[in-house]
Nanobody, 122 residues
Framework: VQLQASGGGLVQAGGSLRLSCTAS????????MAWFRQAPGKEREFVAA?????????YANSVMKGRFTISRDNAENTVWLQMNSLTPEDTAAYYC???????????????WGRGTLVTVSS
């Protein structure tokens, strides 16, 4: 499986961005797709995940659940992360990843896309 993420950019605080991640290859082996982010000097952290087949979603916390929405389109092999009400604290490189089971631990994800940079200005 290969993952291609896109959609990052520069946005003002309070704005929105929509990230996309397209999977190719042996996508039938995917069970969960997730978004992680890593800010400079910080560890990579879980943001949200979605079941590739069932569509159930999980978020890191209630704050992210209230501002971010993860969704998918299996026909297009694409997962999106809609991010609203962005703050400078959301500035990070965002990565999509694929796993064979539900997990929030980045070390358990088998495949990673290249990061897409999100910069939120104040």
């Amino acid at each position: 499986v290969q993952l291609q993420a896109s959609g990052g950019g520069l946005v003002q605080a309070g704005g929105s961005l929509r990230l996309s991640c397209t999977a190719s290859g042996r996508t039938f082996s995917i069970d969960y797709m997730a978004w992680f982010r890593q800010a400079p000097g910080k560890e990579r952290e879980f943001v949200a995940a979605i079941s590739w087949h069932g569509g159930s979603t999980r978020y890191a916390n209630s704050v992210m659940k209230g501002r971010f929405t993860i969704s998918r389109d299996n026909a297009e092999n694409t997962v999106w992360l809609q991010m609203n009400s962005l703050t400078p604290e959301d500035t990070a490189a965002y990565y999509c990843a694929a796993a064979r089971y539900w997990t929030a631990a980045p070390e358990n994800y088998d495949v990673w896309g290249r990061g897409t940079l999100v910069t939120v200005s104040s």
